[in-house]
């Protein structure tokens, strides 16, 4: 029996679901047929849109698998509620694809962006972040290191053996213009995405690492609920899921028209003292103290003797024949691909005595 898909008078469910993309969605959001496209052209799938293919491509991809073992705030916890990159990263697709679903954006491109946002993410956190832009730079100082850079570069380049996973041009640009670092919200607009799904994820980011940071910083003791700001508690609510609601539902507010999305005043202030609560008494604390130097021992000796013997680094070999910058974006790349527990590996085979290691 012939495939009823082959009749060419026969729109596609790929095609079908683009058109109730046209029908349902905002005028504002991104349409899956109307793609920028990709960096190789290919040919579309009869089934999922563009964007449903990205979303399956990033979940099935290895430095996805990857986020399951490396920090978010807390370094390799072996309590097992702590957050780790990758249900940080599964927190944010939630809360971007609220947004998106409340505002009729489109929640494939959404979901897709929200996946890969992290993917290049270094073992240890910003710690490890933060150590590693250091330590490329001794190689390179016309280079730098930023984790927002490093997850383009992954999906362009590094995955499937150097292919790239050939995603679209809207994944990509989400993806690459996510991160505000510690900066205050609204982010400025030239530096943000140039999709209203890029800017669900923007806010989701902020959204679900202030209030998971807050969970497991209690958690862990190093701050007391009463320690937390009461002005801003007051604005947001007393709860996580008090907290997570407010933000949520006031971006969903007021970003009903417009080119961007946004918070209003009172509560995006709100959310701008509550990062900086966790940037003094949380982040800046964990950078500071014991493990926060071995983190940056454990990062910048790695960087150093890769550097210094090419060929324990895959393709190390090859790059060390063009130039110490070649070497070194090489050896920031497997670095920066680690897991924390395969960076700790690492760090004891090379430099404990075997009767030390696991110690």
């Given at each position: 029996m012939p495939c009823p898909y082959e009749c060419s008078t026969?729109?596609?469910?790929?095609?079908?679901?683009?058109?109730?993309?046209?029908?349902?969605?905002?005028?504002?959001?991104?349409?899956?047929?109307?793609?920028?496209?990709?960096?190789?052209?290919?040919?579309?799938?009869?089934?999922?849109?563009?964007?449903?293919?990205?979303?399956?491509?990033?979940?099935?991809?290895?430095?996805?698998?990857?986020?399951?073992?490396?920090?978010?705030?807390?370094?390799?916890?072996?309590?097992?509620?702590?957050?780790?990159?990758?249900?940080?990263?599964?927190?944010?697709?939630?809360?971007?694809?609220?947004?998106?679903?409340a505002l009729r954006l489109n929640e494939d491109l959404t979901e897709a962006i929200a996946l890969g946002h992290d993917l290049g993410h270094t073992p240890f956190g910003h710690m490890g972040e933060y150590a590693l832009d250091a330590v490329y730079r001794e190689y390179d100082p016309s280079a730098h290191f930023h984790h927002s850079e490093q997850s383009l570069r992954v999906v362009e380049v590094l995955e499937k053996e150097g292919e790239g996973l050939n995603l679209t041009s809207e994944v990509r640009d989400g993806i690459a213009n996510h991160s505000k670092g510690m900066d205050d919200l609204p982010m400025p607009p030239e530096s943000g995405p140039h999709t209203l799904e890029g800017w669900a994820v923007v806010y989701a980011d902020r959204i679900a690492y202030i209030n998971h940071d807050i969970d497991d910083a209690l958690r862990a003791g190093l701050i007391a609920q009463e320690s937390l700001p009461k002005d801003c508690l007051a604005v947001l609510g007393q709860t996580h899921a008090q907290r997570i609601t407010t933000m949520v539902s006031d971006v969903v507010a007021h970003s009903q028209a417009g080119p961007y999305l946004a918070m209003g005043e009172e509560v995006q202030e709100a959310t701008n003292r509550l990062k900086d609560f966790l940037l003094d008494r949380v982040y800046r604390a964990a950078a500071r103290d014991d493990e926060g130097d071995r983190?940056?021992?454990?990062?910048?000796?790695?960087?150093?003797?890769?550097?210094?013997?090419?060929?324990?680094?895959?393709?190390?070999?090859?790059?060390?024949?063009?130039?110490?910058?070649?070497?070194?974006?090489?050896?920031?790349?497997?670095?920066?691909?680690?897991?924390?527990?395969?960076?700790?590996?690492?760090?004891?085979?090379?430099?404990?005595?075997p009767r030390w290691r696991g110690v």
């Open positions: 026969m729109p596609t469910l790929r095609e079908q679901y683009e058109q109730l993309e046209d029908q349902i969605l905002s005028p504002r959001a991104a349409k899956s047929a109307h793609t920028k496209g990709r960096q190789r052209p290919e040919e579309p799938c009869p089934i999922r849109t563009a964007f449903q293919r990205d979303r399956d491509r990033i979940i099935h991809c290895k430095a996805f698998r990857r986020l399951s073992h490396k920090t978010q705030v807390f370094i390799a916890p072996e309590a097992d509620h702590y957050r780790t990159r990758l249900t940080h990263t599964l927190e944010v697709a939630q809360i971007a694809r609220t947004i998106a679903r983190v940056r021992r454990i990062v910048t000796t790695m960087f150093r003797f890769y550097m210094e013997n090419p060929g324990k680094v895959p393709g190390g070999a090859d790059a060390a024949g063009g130039g110490q910058p070649r070497l070194a974006r090489v050896v920031c790349d497997y670095l920066a691909g680690m897991t924390d527990r395969f960076a700790i590996q690492q760090f004891q085979a090379n430099f404990l005595p």
